[in-house]
């Protein structure tokens, strides 16, 4: 069994993994914002404790950028931790313990390869649009790490290059900058939206606040990337507008990584994933507009399928399927 943990700019989760990657059990807890390095320690040791006994090895995805294998941290979603030594305080919580740690986007192209969306595809890219855009890439059936394991990191390549938005990396107009959920709905209220009033069910799978009668509601909906493209698919112009220059700007980073890596699949997984046309029609339109070379455009694009939990099975992979996911001389 495997303690899995997944570390966004959002939330911190946890949860235990079975051989085959079925999660057994998972916590959630709010990532505390502008806290200092151990509040953020102490929150995400609150969230393991009660998971700890049953672990036979600790896998685990965090923002970044990081210096791997060693897991020192430094997410671009959570200032409080810069250098932060997170392998290193796991393996001292955890003695004896195999820990593993690679980027949390990295961990979802895994989990969407190993058991998802992926499966069966020998070069995919798969990707995070969230809080963050990241990816992980996945060439010859292997998770490809590059040389300071930050391979894929399709966030922070140029889509704006004249007058594009700065991004938290210092650069302008990378995809980060212009797609992830907090731009989208920054740039959408600048520009006349106003977001639709209550509040917004819950699926089944994604866990939330109970109200009194048992049914879970979204958090602050007013604000979100998933209320702003709830309202696009409800017509609202300035959504549907925000929409689609978050799903050009995707349709030009992947037509380059394609030409680059020769895909055949990406997977698009977090947030904005759940959007449909008004985000997927755009993509679709702009990478073909881009991907031109004959090997190009036998490309697909797809949400990813796991949901939630992806984090999770892609962080617990580490270990349940190293062989093609973590090369043995990192340890």
């Known amino acids: 069994m495997i303690l899995a943990i997944d570390v966004g700019g959002t939330k911190m989760a946890a949860g235990l993994v079975a051989p085959d990657g079925a999660v057994i059990t998972s916590r959630r807890a709010a ?30 995805g965090c923002g970044g950028p990081m210096t791997w294998p060693d897991g020192e941290v430094s997410p671009l979603n959570i200032p ?48 995070v649009v969230s809080t963050g855009v990241g990816g992980g890439l996945i060439l010859g059936g292997r998770l490809v790490n590059g040389g300071t394991g930050n391979a894929g990191h399709i966030g922070h390549v140029v889509v704006e290059p004249d007058g594009g938005p700065r991004c938290g990396c210092g650069g302008h107009g990378c995809l ?30 994604e866990g939330g606040a109970a109200s009194e009668g048992g049914a879970a509601y979204r958090e602050d909906r007013a604000v979100t ?19 689609r220059r978050a799903g050009r700007a995707l349709g030009i980073a992947i037509a380059s990584a394609t030409h680059l890596c020769d895909l055949d699949l990406v997977t698009i997984g ?62």
Request: hydrophobic share 45%; with cysteine.
């Open 31 to 60: 990532t505390p914002q502008n806290a200092d390095a151990e509040t953020l320690w102490r929150t995400l040791t609150t969230l393991i404790d009660p998971l700890s006994a049953r672990a036979e090895g600790v896998g685990v």
């Open 80 to 127: 409080g931790w810069r250098g932060f030594p997170l392998r290193a305080r796991l393996a001292g919580r955890f003695p004896g313990l195999p820990v593993r740690l690679h980027n949390d986007a990295i961990c979802l192209a895994i989990a969407e390869h190993w058991q998802g969306a992926g499966r069966g595809s020998a070069d995919m890219l798969g990707m």
């Open 225 to 243: 990337g998933r209320a702003l493209a709830a309202d696009a698919r409800a017509g609202d112009p300035v959504a549907v507008l925000a929409m």
């Open 270 to 331: 977090g947030g904005l994933s759940q959007a449909g046309d008004p985000l997927f029609g755009p993509l679709e339109e702009a990478l073909r507009d881009h991907a031109r070379m004959g090997f190009a455009r036998r490309v697909k694009v797809v949400p990813a399928a796991l949901g939630q939990e992806a984090g999770l099975v892609g962080a617990a992979a580490l270990l349940l399927a190293g062989g093609a996911y973590w090369p043995s001389t990192r340890d």
């Open 176 to 205: 980060e900058a212009v797609a992830r959920g907090p731009a989208l709905t920054t740039w959408a209220l600048t520009h006349g939206w106003t977001p639709s009033a209550g509040p917004e069910p819950l699926a089944a799978s």
